[in-house]
């Protein structure tokens, strides 16, 4: 027989304004299987607790129902109170008759009744509540972090620095992603690669990273604490540990003329190369596209220089395989830019260049060597124009948000333009300056009344080639709609910040959710910002959102310590509230009939399949096994299954049915 | 043959009716059978929908319904503005159902939004793809500024056709006739439209922007698919002129008439001889080296060495 406490919670006057309490308590002790019933003020008080814990002792209960708010609220408070009074946790529940109640009714005898009901309903199910006990996961403690960009640098050298081991995959020939390519950055103008070159080296020399570029991750399967990672190392074509990247293969090699990637095709490259000259590593690899040895079975010319005799033509992809604990995701993003508005020319004019692009011309380590020269015939333009919001803001044509960095970066390039020619005239065409940041603000004020970049607030409508020049139309709303003509030598788009390309297959990879944007979702947009829906897979950087750098540093950080907390004991507990397949005896083993329906519906890939073998090794029965790690607890096995034979732990059929059946 | 619903709107019968006539005379050749809508009425452009809305919608919901009952699949709306009306009425209609039903019961008709509006380019793009290039009897080689206008490819969310602000349908038909399209600024700017009654000047001053760019970057004639474009960049070429003090001579045609041409229809069925400005193009040779008398079509005597076609 049970003897289950009852305690109503008055929440001062939030529950005990609508719901009469007193009587609730009254009518909720003749319940059968209740041993003891009372209501308080404040249940969750320290005194509030003590009633529980003391009641629990002196009559002796096997069940606790805390008639109060949500079970989000204070169901742990509840529990470990139980808990520290002796009773399993799980017996103890909560009935919410404040937000599901007393909140959404009138002062009324129907409001006290329905607090009743659901107090009765909790009755019955808590009369079938059965112990349940914490399962104990065993932590790998090596992270995988997926993207080599600032993001991805900074949380591998932080989860590096706190003792753990760290496998950083890369897909490009080097680490260092967008920021390498950046001239200066906002707001204190310090030289991009000058910061973060000495954070690629400090991950290269790592003793507890291991570095794979020209890598992708091939698949991911596993949970928390025990993730299994396939990483497909690209062929490079260069054997890594003969290359001292002396140089002369790249030099000697027959292509040219291959647009550079990393210059955002304004500068060329050859067949074989390292993207950049602070590349890390600084082993080359070979375009297999564009290389003659592989178009055409000729040349070799790199093969037959190098003094090491590093060139592997024959190398193959491989497959590297590695346990891991927990993941950060920073792959980052990339930018809108294609001919997205037809009306701006891009595509159609060279000198109409995404803001990108404009970083490699102010890079001193660019293709023209910082000189701001624009790309039709390399004149250095007398007027340019800047457009902020190509894209972003734009539901319309473009995408619905903000990109965030656009405002920043574009008051930045104005102002290196003016800082490199002083004669020049800059327009930046605006909707609204967003300069949310430490010294942001005075950044932009700072281009606007010391450099005189002329701001103006409108939208361009269309820019077309007129006599060599670049008209560029639009409108200055702050003075009267008046339509403006601009005349420039080249126009700077601030294209917007998109998810990076594979964004969404890779979350399909890792179960990872992803908003309609294909930005990976956080678990919570406000209190749990770094951690995504799976657990153990964390989020750094702008494969998120749109970041600039320092959010991106300070959620690579975040990151970071999360894994290093996961990673702080060699196992880790969770919530017992999960699917489990009925056994019974043989010769029946269990009622699953093996149709395996709800291993196609799971979400999260906990599913497997078991055989149930005799003792000489025959196989009697393959039935379905819920693996502890994985399951989430969400019941859509549960809910699917036709033969009723998965349960879910704490919310059994049994306990559903019995507490529908009581209301 | 296919069998597109006919709505020519009130343009057509009037000083749009070498459209009217063009299109009617192509349209057998490129394998249109044109079902006039019957009993239609007035789409209501410009006045209605600035001053009423549901008279706006129920303008033309009647014509759309009137389609559904001959069971159309598409109506081919040739004049730009009618288009625009008939589209955003079915979308409006289809995406909210108490106006459909109010709509409706002031028609006294159904509408179930099966009948679509298509413009003129979506009808020879379709057309054109199945041989309109085979068909063709005196290619229309000549350097043409395609002018879209305002209307035909807008709002780009509703319509879905095209490229709005940088459209290439009308370029693309172009060529298949043998015509080079020119790149220019102008292509979706507006003509001034409906202020060629109450305010010239403001016409003069954008339709004479429109034509110079047209001029300057080489093109040998204008090509438009609107009614409107049609009369102020043609029949005010005067003022245009006189504002701008200029002397354009650039013939517009319609898109059908050019095609009429390199299908080689008498220019008097394509109603050649009703505009302001006279349609003179130089005879070019054709690729053979033979010279090409084809499009002397004028009724005047030739003047200059040159064949003209008026």
Known sequence: MSRIGVFICHCGENIAGTVDCAKVAEVVSHLSGVAHSVDYKYMCSDPGQNLIKEAIKEKNLSGVIVAACSPRMHEPTFRRACAEAGLNPFLCEMANIREHCSWVHEKSDGTTQKAIDLIRMLVSKVRKNKPLYPIKVPVQRTALVIGGGIGGIQASLDIANAGHKVILVERDPSIGGHMSQLSETFPTLDCSQCILTPRMVEVAQHPNITLYTYSEVESVSGFIGNFKVKIRKKARCVDEKLCNGCGVCIQKCTVKKIPSEFDEGLGLRPAIYVPFPQAVPNKPVIDKKNCTYFIRGKCAACEKLCPTKAIRFDQQDEIIEADVGGIVLATGFTILNTDFFPEYGYGKYKDIITGLQYERLASASGPTLGVIKRPSDGKIPETVVFIACAGSRDSAKGIEYCSKICCMYTAKHAMLYKHKFHEGKAYVFYMDIRAGGKMYEEFVRRAIEEDHVKYIRGRVSKIYEEDGKLIVKGADTLLNHQPIEIKADMVVLATASIANQGAEELAQKLHVSYDSYHFFAEAHPKLRPVETNTAGIFLAGACQAPKDIPDTVAQASGAGSKIAALFSATEMTREPVIAVVHRTAPPIFSTCVGCFLCQSACPFQAIEREEIKARDGKVLKVVAKVNDGLCQGCGTCVALCRSKSIDLQGFTHEQMYAQIMAS | ?310
Not at chain 2, 2 to 13: E, K, M, Q
Not at chain 2, 17 to 38: C, N, Q, T
Not at chain 2, 63 to 74: D, Y
Request: hydrophobic fraction near 40%.
């Open chain 2, 1 to 310: 043959m296919i069998t597109i619903g006919y709505f020519p709107g009130c343009s057509l019968l009037g000083t749009a009716r070498e459209y009217d006539e063009s299109l009617r005379a192509i349209a057998p050749k490129i394998g249109i059978e044109l079902v006039e809508i019957p009993d239609w009425n007035c789409c209501g452009a410009t006045a209605a929908h600035s001053l009423n809305h549901t008279l706006a919608t129920a303008l033309p919901a009647r014509i759309l319904a009137l389609a559904e009952k001959e069971n159309l699949e598409e109506i081919l709306v040739p004049c730009a503005a009618c288009y625009n009306r008939l589209v955003m009425a079915q979308h409006e209609l289809m995406s909210n159902e108490p106006l459909c039903k109010k709509v409706s019961d002031i028609i006294e008709l159904d509408v179930k939004g099966t009948a679509r509006p298509i413009n003129i380019l979506e009808a020879l793009m379709k057309t054109s793809s199945n041989g309109l290039a085979q068909n063709i009897s005196k290619p229309f080689n000549y350097t043409v500024a395609c002018y879209y206008g305002c209307l035909l490819v807008r709002p780009p969310k509703v319509l879905q056709f095209d490229r709005a602000e940088d459209p290439q349908i009308m370029d693309e038909v172009m060529k298949k006739i043998g015509a080079v399209p020119i790149d220019w600024a102008y292509k979706t700017e507006c003509c001034g439209a409906g202020f060629s009654v109450s305010k010239t000047d403001i016409v003069s001053k954008l339709s004479g922007k429109i034509i110079k760019d047209a001029v300057t970057r080489g093109a040998e004639t204008i090509i438009v698919a609107c009614p409107m474009c049609h009369s102020n960049l043609d029949m005010r070429r005067k003022d245009i002129n006189q504002y701008n003090d200029s002397r354009y001579i650039i013939p517009v045609m319609y898109i059908t008439q050019a095609i009429g041409l390199a299908l080689g229809i008498d220019k008097k069925k394509l109603g050649l001889h009703r505009h302001i400005i006279p349609v003179t193009l130089p005879v070019k040779e054709k690729t053979t080296g033979k010279t090409q008398p084809a499009l002397a079509v004028s009724e005047r005597s030739a003047s200059g060495g040159k064949t003209e076609v008026e």
